[in-house]
């Protein structure tokens, strides 16, 4: 055998045994797209910044009717994410009961007030 050969079959005998040890991700969630994976790890946040995305679709289908108050909206629906955003990361990316129920009577608030000025 030369050493070429003996190389070869080194470098296949290793790959064998990477693959054989390696783990598997199939059970783990890793066959999920991101955003899924994160609406399963995060379902407050998931459906803080989910209502939050309708909002602003909201403010920016009624840009020409919300009385000249278009830019005001989207501050708020800005300062609502960023405040979301702040809670997060102050608790390792996780918001609590508590601070999502502050953000819904935010974002409720806001939504009252996108309806007054259609």
Do not use: C
């Amino acid at each position: 055998m030369n050493t070429k050969s003996i190389f070869a079959s080194l470098a296949v005998l290793g790959a064998v045994l990477v693959s054989a040890n390696a783990p598997s991700f199939a059970g783990n969630g890793w066959h999920q797209n991101r955003e899924q994976r994160f609406d399963n790890n995060h379902p407050r946040r998931s459906e803080v910044l989910d209502r939050s995305n309708n909002l602003n679709r909201r403010i920016n289908n009624n840009r020409g009717n919300l009385n000249g108050h278009y830019g005001q909206l989207k501050q708020s629906d800005r300062n609502i994410r960023t405040q979301e955003q702040r809670m997060a990361h102050r608790n390792g990316g996780y918001i609590t009961q508590g601070q999502q129920s502050k953000i819904n009577k935010e974002e409720n608030h806001l939504n009252n007030q996108i309806k007054r000025d259609r």
